[in-house]
């Protein structure tokens, strides 16, 4: 992949970076997306925020090459009402006539017409390819345009330059370059929204389903909801299966059915091939299934689907930071300025080098092409994988005469609130830790189960189809261990637990600490202990993003959805919703940006009446608008005296005669509802290594006939640091934690508030680092340590 550039030490405001008198256009090319509108509403509002005009072109480049009305100047209320709509609402289609020079030359007119020399383009690596192709040819159009007597020479001087920003929408996820593209989780969505329907009536009649998903040239689609749904076989072309497949996968289909699992589930990439290169078709599968084996299968091809239907809490907020980043790239482009394309890289949006991301996207194909299938993978990058090697290790089940004979015990348990895919964790936990030869023990409640010795083991079979529950099967309780070291060394010592896997929030992160500082007191506790963070509130230190908060951040994206839906017939009405996550504002922060919320109220910046007043004035000028509605999001601990109560009363007696106002507490169903895609496969994989992290310091720590460790890297906390996962000692992570507010002290999200603030036409301070990550400056509490 192409490298970001480099961070410098100089910063430059915004305030600084004017668009008065420049034009921007933006348009949506190839496949559509889920979270394109996002993109677009998001150019258009940054645009027109630093005062740039800025145009739609409709039906992507034929719309830039017909001109006339395709070409629209957009104002700030005419991407109201995008962010939850799927698809394109200013079109896409394909353009023959573009990749013939008179086609450019025709589109160049039309922009040179209405001064547009800024171009936004939002597509798939061919779209971008053809932009790159016209800013290269731009100065001969022109100069072409000038002979022809098209334009004069006023106007060729004065469009001399024509900058292009990229941003990839495309549901395969197969570009080079940026860690996820816009769409391809909302299509995970769509796809494990189909498994886990087809789920229910498969256990009803044991029977065998093939899905086919898209993916002609890339895999991850069919992979990662392989891995999200616990698949028995998954067909990618990244990995043809070796001759004899057909053999390999009837008898694991059989094996599963011996098992009493009553439901099998094959799932296809549309582009899938052998190591022949003969396509892999679904009924192909069905035929061999039913003839080898004679089970009941169906065949469901997904097809459209995939690209349809409201975009996810994920897409609308990669989107909205991409477009606000595009048009930050197309202000600070000069001349010897290369084309670039808006990424994500860990929690970052950078910019890259067109060209360098789509030669790296094309090498992909090549070496597929040439049947270097590992070359292929590693290309695609450590993301895929990490993915493949994840399912490789879960979906080889071997026989027990086949396991490394470990003689170690490893506990499993879960701490603190429930959080959507624990689930998914304690699956991937178990059947790795079987992989790797050791004894899994199951602890019901957390550490007050632990205490009562309700520990038992727990097998291979025992948590199939886990990954889709969400909740906690294994039972969860916020009982901290201190006061109950003695009972729960005693049961250690009964049970010879080698190993502790903790999965769980605040209080997994207190208990690990308590039992690490426990440890010269208690000779049973110097074992190897890891935590792995599942908590909706994501408010646990050493770690971006925890188990369980996109699950909830998309349970408050649909309700906010619904709730703004509901006052489309009745105009002038704001509502006030109250959030969960304790003292942390990631939830109400995130959940805003994804909602298109007019202001969210959070513990970590402060604010007062004065505030409150603004906020008011400001929704009170937006119902002269044709926008009249808002939306108001409350953390459930922003303030003591400020209460969700309050801001309701002050608005609704503030807002007579100019707006009504009605109040939500989202509460508990929050914390409900089935995982999502993002939270299943974060969960398999932190947990698959989490284990193997426990295998290889078990071995390490195996001395004299036992298991002794009482070394501070032995008891961790494996988190997500930008993209990386890293195992951090929870004594080295104490010093950066409030445990008062029960929150990090550092928190990266809080650079994504001035976008929100900005989306909602707020005046807010900030500056922009040369890398194009957006710094917040903001007023932080002093916090308690």
């Not at 098992?259 to 099998?264: A, H, I, V, W």
């Not at 930050?328 to 001349?335: G, K, N, T, V």
């Not at 003591?640 to 609704?652: G, H, R, S, V, W």
């Not at 939270?679 to 002794?708: C, H, M, P």
């Amino acid at each position: 992949m192409a490298a970001a550039p480099k961070r410098q030490d100089t910063r430059k405001f915004i305030e600084n970076l004017s668009g008065a008198g420049k034009s921007i256009a933006v348009l949506t090319s190839g496949g559509d997306a889920q979270g394109m509108n996002a993109a677009v509403r998001a150019v258009v509002r940054m645009g027109i925020y630093v005062e740039a005009k800025v145009y739609f072109i409709h039906e992507g480049y034929q719309g830039m090459v017909d001109g006339g009305d395709n070409i629209k100047e957009a104002t700030w209320e005419s991407v109201s009402s995008m962010l939850q709509v799927g698809g394109t609402v200013i079109g896409s289609a394909r353009c023959k006539e573009f990749r013939g020079r008179e086609g450019r030359l025709k589109a160049a007119h039309n922009l040179v017409q209405r001064g547009i020399t800024n171009l936004c383009v939002i597509g798939g690596d061919g779209s971008l390819t053809g932009a790159n192709l016209f800013r290269e040819e731009w100065s001969g159009l022109l100069e072409e345009l000038l002979q022809q007597g098209l334009i004069d020479e006023e106007a060729a001087r004065s469009n001399s330059e024509l900058h292009i920003v990229g941003m990839v929408g495309s549901i395969d996820n197969d570009f080079c370059g940026t860690d996820m593209t816009i769409g391809t989780d909302s299509a995970l969505h769509r796809i494990i929204e189909v498994v886990d329907a087809i789920m229910t009536t498969a256990q009803s009649h044991q029977r065998t389903f093939v899905l086919e998903v898209m993916g002609r040239h890339c895999g991850y689609l069919a992979l990662v909801s392989a891995l999200a749904c616990g698949a028995d076989w998954v067909f990618i072309p990244e990995m043809p299966p070796k001759d004899g497949w057909e053999d390999s996968m009837c008898q694991k289909l059989s094996e599963n059915r011996a098992d009493k699992k009553r439901l099998n589930i094959i799932i296809v990439a549309e582009g899938a091939i052998d190591s022949h290169n003969k396509a892999i078709t679904p009924d192909y599968i069905k035929d061999l299934v039913v003839r080898c084996l004679g089970f009941d299968t169906r065949v469901t091809i997904l097809g459209h689907v995939q690209r349809g239907g409201t975009p996810s809490a994920f897409d609308r907020v990669l989107a909205s930071r991409m477009g606000v980043e595009a048009v930050l790239a197309l202000l600070e482009a000069s001349a010897t300025t290369p084309a670039c394309v808006v990424s994500l890289v860990g929690n970052q949006a950078v910019r890259l080098p067109l060209m360098e991301c789509v030669q790296m996207t094309q090498e992909v194909q090549k070496a597929m092409d040439e049947k270097k299938f590992e070359e292929a993978v590693r290309l695609r990058g450590s993301s895929f994988e990490n993915n493949l090697s994840t399912y490789r290790l879960l979906s080889n089940r071997k026989a027990d005469s086949e396991l490394p004979n470990s003689s170690f015990n490893v506990a499993v348990l879960n701490v603190g609130a429930p959080a959507a895919g624990m689930n998914a964790a304690v699956r991937a936990a178990v059947r790795v830790g079987i992989t790797e030869g050791h004894k899994m023990f199951a602890v019901s409640d957390g550490f007050e189960g632990f205490y009562k010795g309700e520990i038992k083991e727990i097998k291979w079979g025992d948590v199939g189809g886990w990954t889709g529950q969400g909740g906690s099967l294994l039972g969860t309780k916020r009982t901290l261990p201190g006061k109950h070291l003695d009972k729960i060394a005693e049961q250690i010592k009964i049970h010879n637990i080698n190993a502790l896997l903790v999965i769980g929030g605040f209080e997994a992160f207190e208990s690990l600490l308590q039992l690490y500082e426990a440890r010269p007191g208690y000779e049973e506790l110097c074992i190897p202990m890891c935590m792995l963070p599942a908590t909706i509130s994501n408010n646990v230190c050493g770690t971006d993003l925890s188990i369980g908060a996109d699950t909830s951040l998309n349970a408050i994206v649909e309700t906010c959805d619904r709730i703004k839906q509901s006052a489309s017939g009745t105009k002038r009405r704001v509502f006030i919703i109250e959030t969960m996550g304790g003292y942390c504002g990631y939830l109400a922060s995130v959940g805003g940006l994804a909602a298109g919320a007019d202001t969210v109220y959070i513990y970590e910046e402060p604010f007062d009446i004065r505030d409150l007043q603004a906020n008011v004035e400001h929704l009170t000028q937006k119902m002269k608008t044709s926008i009249q509605r808002g939306l108001v999001l409350r953390n459930e601990n922003s303030n003591e005296n400020f209460t969700t109560d309050f801001i309701y009363q002050l608005y609704t007696e503030e807002g007579k005669g100019v707006f009504d106002c009605r109040k939500n507490i989202l509460g508990h169903m929050q914390q409900g509802g089935a995982p999502s895609p993002f939270d299943r496969n974060f969960g398999t994989k932190i947990a698959a290594k989490a284990i193997q992290w426990i295998t290889k310091t078990l071995k390490e720590s195996y001395k004299g006939g036992r298991v002794f460790t009482n070394s501070e890297d032995t008891a961790c906390l494996l988190g997500m640091r930008r993209r990386a996962l890293v195992f951090q000692p929870v004594s080295q992570l104490r010093d950066e934690t409030d445990f008062v507010h029960r929150i990090p002290k550092e928190q990266w999200w809080l650079k994504l508030r001035p976008l929100m603030k900005i989306l909602a036409k707020y005046k807010t301070s900030y500056d922009v680092s040369d890398s194009g990550q957006l710094e917040h400056v903001t007023r932080v509490r002093p916090r308690e340590a």
